[in-house]
């Protein structure tokens, strides 16, 4: 079996610092995706990446840049932490298809 | 309106009792799946449909496409089902992204 891993768990930032948060899966899975999840919000979809060096935005990309550089792995940095800003990003991978979808566990940000 | 409604948004059940949750989309989907996540925050897949019913052991899942919605039945509730199940949909366009319902959190009453 895969795995899918993200890095790091937790996050701390100061207002205007630029965060990375990375994450790597063996599936050999095309398609990854970076989602927030803010309380009572559900997930909304920031970017996703349907192969190696694609980029698509989602529906809340606006203040986040991101990178697909190897099919494995598949980098979020935040361009300029918002004080008090506190959410859970999750990271995920799937086939073409989109039947096999898999998440990590998250990273958990805060900003001070 | 929101693409994907789920209801209701929390649920408590006595150990044993059955129960369902219900995804309305207010578009045609193209598929539809489940997730539980746990207290760890961490997301399961339960299930995939394209279409039809689909059952895992004490759950079953059905997607309706044409009448634009999708049911989740938990049947005889244990305390690991425990956590918040989300549905996703997918709207056809290619892309594999999902939209997700503001989920359901789902604890059994002690």
């Known amino acids: 079996g895969g795995i899918i891993t993200q890095t790091p768990k937790f996050l701390i930032g100061q207002e205007g610092q630029k965060l990375t948060l990375k994450c790597q899966q063996n599936f050999n899975h095309d398609t990854m995706y970076w989602y927030r999840q803010d309380s009572g919000k559900g997930l909304r979809l920031i970017y996703y990446?349907?192969?190696?060096?694609?980029?698509q935005k989602g529906d809340l990309s606006e203040g986040y840049d991101a990178s697909r550089e190897k099919k494995s792995s598949f980098s979020l940095t935040v361009t300029s932490a918002q004080k008090n800003e506190m959410a859970v990003f999750l990271c995920?991978?799937?086939?073409?298809?989109?039947?096999?979808?898999?998440f990590g566990s998250g990273t958990r940000l805060l900003v001070i | 309106g929101m693409p994907v409604e789920q209801n209701p948004p929390a649920l408590s059940l006595y150990e044993g009792a059955d129960s369902g949750l219900r995804c309305n989309f207010s578009t045609t989907m193209k598929s539809v799946q489940w997730f539980q996540q746990n207290h760890r925050g961490r997301l399961i897949t339960l299930f995939y449909l394209a279409q039809g019913t689909k059952e895992n052991g004490r759950l079953k899942s059905t997607f309706n496409s044409k009448e634009r919605y999708s049911t989740l039945h938990i049947k005889d509730a244990q305390l690991e089902d425990s956590g918040t199940y989300f549905c996703a949909a997918e709207a056809g366009t290619g892309s594999n992204r999902l939209t997700f319902g503001k989920g359901t959190k789902f604890s059994l009453i002690p």
């Open positions: 990446s349907i192969t190696e060096n694609d980029l």
């Open positions: 995920a991978s799937s086939i073409r298809g989109g039947s096999d979808y898999t």
